[in-house]
């Protein structure tokens, strides 16, 4: 089985940063896309960012140059570096990761439980 586990949500004030990490454990054989989506209360889940296993990233409009993803391979992890924090960056922020299992044939995705981001004006 296959677990993601989330950490560095928490409170900041308007213009602060945080950094999330998952990190990916079990009987993985492989990771092919990666990436964090978030839900606000009342809204859809929506795509923040995303990073292909060779490092190809795929950011939100409404975060481009205040968010970073990035990956490291040899530990199965990817964060997320938020910056300049707004009010409605507020959000339980999900990862996802494409995985390949030992044994499987098929990749398959895999979500984290979320965790809160919240963002005081």
């Known amino acids: 089985q296959v677990q993601l586990v989330e950490s560095g949500g928490g409170l900041v004030q308007a213009g602060g940063s945080l950094r999330l990490s998952c990190a990916a454990s079990?009987?993985?054989?492989?990771?092919?896309?990666m990436g964090w989506y978030r839900q606000a209360p009342g809204k859809q889940r929506e795509l923040v960012a995303s990073i292909t296993g060779g490092g190809t990233t795929n950011d939100a409009n409404s975060v481009k140059g205040r968010f970073t993803i990035s990956r490291d391979n040899a530990k199965n992890t990817v964060y997320l570096q938020m910056n300049s924090l707004k009010p409605e960056d507020t959000a339980v922020y999900y990862c996802?990761?494409?995985?390949?299992?030992?044994?499987?044939?098929?990749?398959?995705?895999?979500w984290g439980q979320g965790t809160q981001v919240t963002v005081s004006s």
């Open positions: 079990g009987s993985i054989s492989g990771i092919n896309d």
């Open positions: 996802y990761a494409d995985v390949g299992t030992i044994g499987g044939r098929l990749y398959r995705g895999y």
